[in-house]
């Protein structure tokens, strides 16, 4: 009886063990399948010229993601130009001439104008951040992949990196009233065409990499694109001295990440969470890169460039918002998923507003203590 014990013991142990070398095998083998396979590459664009941070951003992004994969996933990202123009990065990624790019949701106003709500406008009161936290957790990243429907584009939407609010624009001399727009050639873009347009304004929407050379040529009188640092390596400087900041046309924009759906559907569940986890991660970086380096440009162009910046008069602001109004309505009742979007920031802004003005303690007043005229870091 012992003996058979000891006997089926024996065989059991054989049995197990010869079972976990064949699972072992198999987990071996597994990885190897992929290997064979081979690193998946892909080939992308961004809308913006190699010289802007913005660029940067988007090397910044791929090199996450080609770091987090080991290189089982290589995403090599060109400048605007390099393959299609930057406004049709878009078709370019829904038809496969690209794998993937870098831009933002407002260059697609053209398409379907509810895109631009992405971008453009004041953003009921939402900075950059909440309204990616509406797009997360608040209905937008299902609209935005509803729009994307509508319009057949064969795509995957990821977003991600705050923008800080952009300036009104550079000029050739400071504006002071709305009235001071009208007759302008300007420059911008998504549903601010239609705002500077309602302020009299004639516009003409250029991607970044235009902007400084139609200004030279007269082409514009006026301009704006987005923060100190890309202004500056673009050349701002170079055709005007005059800049004034803050501004409801873009006050909370971010990034767009686009794969082509196709290819992006391919790819192995893992390396989707890693892509989803990189947007994210480089999200946060690029906000920490942005205050590090928009803040060094906008010295450097005050002391080294002279440039003289000026805020936006609240009159033209208040004159801003009472034009988006009269868009925004315009545009709702002719485009059901336009008038949806709006529906679905509002109802978020109102509640995450509210508890931000109520909970947030206002900067300015430490900012004087400290920095201004009687500042007192000097003594600290």
């Given at each position: 009886m012992k003996r058979r014990t000891q006997t089926g013991g024996s065989t059991s142990r054989r049995k197990f063990l010869s079972g976990a070398a064949m699972a072992g095998a198999a987990m071996v083998a597994a990885p190897s399948i992929v290997k064979a396979q081979g690193p998946v590459s892909m080939r992308w664009q961004s809308t913006w010229p190699s010289k802007d941070i913005f660029h940067e951003f988007a090397l910044d992004f791929a090199k996450k993601v080609n770091d987090m994969t080991g290189g089982d996933l290589n995403i090599e990202v060109l400048p605007a130009g390099a393959v299609v123009p930057a406004f049709g990065l878009l078709d370019a990624v829904s038809q496969g001439t690209l794998d993937g790019g870098h831009g933002v949701v407002a260059y697609h106003y053209g398409k379907q104008s509810a895109l631009a709500l992405w971008g453009s406008g004041p953003g009921f009161a939402m900075d950059a951040n909440m309204l990616l936290a509406w797009h997360k957790y608040g209905g937008g990243k299902e609209l935005l992949a509803k729009l994307y429907e509508s319009i057949g584009a064969n795509v995957v939407s990821l977003l991600y990196g705050p923008m800080p609010t952009q300036p009104l624009g550079w000029f050739k001399k400071p504006v002071a009233k709305a009235e001071d727009i009208e007759g302008l050639k300007f420059r911008t873009v998504g549903i601010s065409i239609d705002v500077f347009t309602g302020l009299g304004a004639a516009v003409n929407a250029l991607p970044g990499g235009e902007i400084v050379a139609a200004l030279d040529r007269g082409l514009l009188d006026?301009?704006?694109?987005?923060?100190?640092?890309?202004?500056?390596?673009?050349?701002?400087?170079?055709?005007?001295?005059?800049?004034?900041?803050?501004?409801?046309?873009?006050?909370?924009?971010?990034?767009?990440?686009?794969?082509?759906?196709?290819?992006?559907?391919?790819?192995?569940?893992?390396?989707?969470?890693?892509?989803?986890?990189?947007?994210?991660?480089?999200?946060?970086?690029?906000?920490?890169?942005?205050?590090?380096?928009?803040s060094k440009d906008y010295v450097a162009m005050q002391t080294d460039d002279?440039?003289?910046?000026?805020?936006?008069?609240?009159?033209?602001?208040?004159?801003?918002?009472?034009?988006y109004d009269e868009v925004v309505k315009k545009k709702a009742a002719e485009n059901p998923l336009f008038?949806?979007?709006?529906?679905?920031?509002?109802?978020?802004?109102?509640?995450?507003?509210?508890?931000?003005?109520?909970?947030?303690?206002?900067?300015?007043?430490?900012?004087?203590?400290?920095f201004g005229q009687e500042g007192v870091a000097k003594e600290l």
């Open positions: 006026a301009a704006e694109f987005n923060n100190a640092s890309s202004d500056r390596v673009l050349g701002f400087p170079d055709v005007s001295k005059i800049c004034m900041l803050q501004s409801y046309h873009q006050n909370a924009e971010q990034f767009e990440i686009l794969f082509n759906k196709a290819k992006y559907d391919g790819l192995p569940e893992q390396m989707k969470a890693i892509i989803s986890n990189a947007a994210e991660a480089a999200s946060q970086d690029m906000h920490w890169k942005a205050i590090d380096r928009y002279q440039v003289k910046f000026y805020k936006t008069p609240d009159a033209i602001l208040k004159r801003q918002l009472e034009v008038k949806e979007v709006i529906q679905s920031q509002i109802a978020f802004a109102d509640r995450a507003t509210r508890w931000e003005q109520d909970t947030v303690v206002g900067r300015r007043l430490v900012f004087d203590h400290y």
